[in-house]
C-alpha cells in the first residue's frame, strides 16, 4: 500500500497587472504598442469598472496570460472614484498592480492636437487649454499614486519606447527597485517625473573654465574637476547614505521605481558628473540604475 500522497500541481501565478493612464496626448497608444510588443497583453480604453473582471477572466487562463497592461482614459468626473474601486477590490485579492502614468507639459500638449487637428476629448465648445485643465484636475489623485510618471515633452517615440523597455522588458517582470538617475539645467525647467531633486548649483561651475566648457561632465576632465571641489565628495557619501535609506523603504513598500533628478545650471558639466556618481553607487548597492542626461546638447 503506498501511503505517500500526490502534491497537487503548483498553482500558477496571479497576471500581472500594468495600468496605463495619463494625459490624452502624452503617449499612451505608444505606451500600450510597447508593451503588446514586449509580450503584454493589452486592452485599450477599458472602464476601470470593468479591470476586475479582466484579471479574473486572466487567471482562469491557467497562466496563458502572465501580463496584462490596461489603458484607462478620463471618461467622465466620477472616473478616479471607479479606478479606485477596482483597484482596491484587486488588492484585496492579493494581486499587487502598477500604474504608470504619461505626462507632458501643457504647450506641448496643444501642439500636439493642433498638429493631427483634432479636439481635446475634454474641450467641448471650448479651447484645448480648457480641456487640458480639466483633464489635469480629473488625473491629479491618479498621478500621485502613479508608480511611474513618465514626461513626454521631450521624448520622441524611440527614447519612450527605451524606457518602457528598460521598465518592463523582463520577462515575467522581475527585477526589484529600478532607479533613474537624470541630469538636468535649472534653466530649462524641473523634470516633472523625478520623485527625488538634487541641487549641485552650489559646485563651482566649469563653463568658466575655458578649456572645459565646451566638454561636458562626461569628459574626464570635467569630472575630476568637479569631484575636487570643496563639499561634491561630500554630498556623494552622505546622499548616498541617504539613498540607502530611501531605496530601503521604497522595497519594503513594494514601489518599483525611482528617479533621481540631479540638476545644475544648464544641465551639461555638473550635473551630469555628479549624476554619473550617483548611479554607480546605486548599481553597486544593487539597485538597476538607468542614467538620462536629458539636457546635454541643448545649448
Known sequence: MNDEVDEAPDSPEPPELVVISGMSGAGRSTAAKVLEDLGWFVVDNLPPSLIATMVDLAARTQGSVPRIAVVVDVRGRSFFEHLHEALSHIEATGLRHRIVFLESADDVLVRRFENVRRPHPLQGEGRITDGIKLERDLLRELRG?????????????????????????????????????MSFGFKYGLPVDADLVLDVRFLPNP?????????????????????????????????????????AGYRKEGKRYVTLAVGCTGGK??????????????????VDTTVVHRDVGRE
Do not use: C
Request: no cysteine; hydrophobic share 40%.
Open 207 to 247: 563653463h568658466w573654465i575655458p578649456e572645459l566648457r565646451p566638454r561636458t561632465g562626461l569628459d574626464r576632465e570635467v569630472s575630476a574637476y568637479v569631484l575636487a571641489q570643496p563639499g561634491a565628495k561630500e554630498l556623494l557619501e552622505s546622499y548616498s547614505e541617504t539613498l540607502r535609506i530611501i531605496t
Open 269 to 286: 558639466h555638473r550635473s551630469v558628473a555628479m549624476a554619473e556618481q550617483f548611479a554607480a553607487r546605486l548599481s553597486s548597492d544593487g
Open 145 to 181: 499614486e502613479a508608480d511611474l510618471v513618465i514626461d513626454t515633452s521631450s521624448r520622441n517615440v524611440h527614447e519612450l519606447r527605451a524606457t518602457l523597455e528598460a521598465a518592463f522588458g523582463r520577462e515575467n517582470g522581475e527585477g526589484g527597485l529600478r532607479a533613474t538617475v
